[in-house]
């Protein structure tokens, strides 16, 4: 099986671009035409008929498949698109499609809590991966390490979520794959790179991937396997689609022995990033929250003991940086430095607050007197005494 990412003919390129939006409102006019009556009705029974069923991803597909073969059948045979070509058929059915996942999308996109679940774990483990992942972890070669490639492969990847028709989210990553495809072949021509398939094209995926970290990505794919008219998912679509599915696979079940990189440095700088990310979303550090307990019952402790300050750098006093020279650094180590930045001055006010808590709190009566439960009050001056001291030595 070849495994070197196809080179896109003149040919099919306009096919995979069609239908334009001409082509879209050309089928939604004929759909609007009274002879289209049968068409239309058959087009809204299917779609209500959703909801007379709870969510089953994999039995609504099947029904969607079903039904676009049924409904090409009938446009083939309908006056409407007699004499049509191929072509004109296929436009007519990408409109379809388009429109009937635009109807049913909140019905079918991320319709299981499993999906769902699936998302956030991804996307909380690319956001931990984003502090410390290097091309070099990854074994990409540096004569493919081009950061303005890689940025719009990013981007066209982010697009993926703000569409809802299978074939737009399609497009979306075939866009970004091309992207990484054609730096592939501008390495082998000018800088004499021997390309090595699916061994150069799926790391540099896999990074852009992490880099671009697209929401709710395993629920996008999922979507595009199931809704996307499998006719279309052939060739260079599905070469590209194939290659995203198992670079999130290879995402989600990722580690240390995954990566070339020592087991011991990407613990520490998965811990440091997780401390990162709660420090981000103001979880309270369960020492500083000690201290601050004790203060608040009126005893606050040793003033800042060595097994507080062992508790609260566990873990967050990796930062690879500390040995690197200006020279050395990337345009990439840009976002991680920010984020590492962000976590000192973070770490920074959490202690200052507590030593200045601890500071103020000298508390001067903290013993209880007797068992009442009150505590001990100061000796109050007599004032009937002070007169009387006063008037004794006027006198």
Known sequence: MDTTPP????????????????????????????????????????????????PNPENDGKKVQDFFMTMEGAL???????????????????????????KLFSRTFACSPEDTKVDREIAEKISLLQTFLRPEHLDIPAVLRN???????????QKMNSFKAPREKLLCIMNCCRVINNLLLNASMSENHVLAGADDFLPVLIYVTIKANPPELHSNLKFIQLYRRQAKLVSEAAYYLTNLISAKSFIA?????????NEIEFEENMQAARGANKLA?????????????????????????????????????????????????TVGDVERLLSIYKDVVDKFTHLSEAFRQLTLSKPEFHHLEGTGGSFAQPPQPSLRKDKESIDGRGE
């Open 7 to 54: 080179s896109p003919s003149p040919s099919s390129s306009p096919s995979l671009a069609s239908p334009t939006s001409m082509e879209f409102y050309d089928f939604l006019d004929r759909m609007r035409n009274p002879a289209s009556l049968d068409l239309v009705r058959s087009i809204k029974s299917f779609i209500v008929s959703f909801s007379f069923y709870p």
């Open 147 to 157: 950061e303005a490639s890689w940025l719009l492969a990013e981007k066209e990847l």
């Open 253 to 261: 079940d990722l580690n240390a022995r995954s990566l070339s990189i």
């Open 281 to 329: 979303h103001n979880e309270p550090d369960p020492a500083v929250e000690e201290m601050a307990a004790r203060r608040r019952q009126g005893n606050p402790g040793p003033s800042f003991t060595m097994n507080d300050k062992e508790r609260i750098m566990k873990g967050r006093s990796t930062y690879p940086f500390m040995e690197a020279k200006a020279g050395e650094l």
């Open 76 to 102: 083939r045979d309908h006056p409407l698109w007699a004499g049509a070509s191929d072509n004109e058929i296929d436009c007519a059915m990408e409109g379809l499609e388009k429109y009937v996942m635009t």
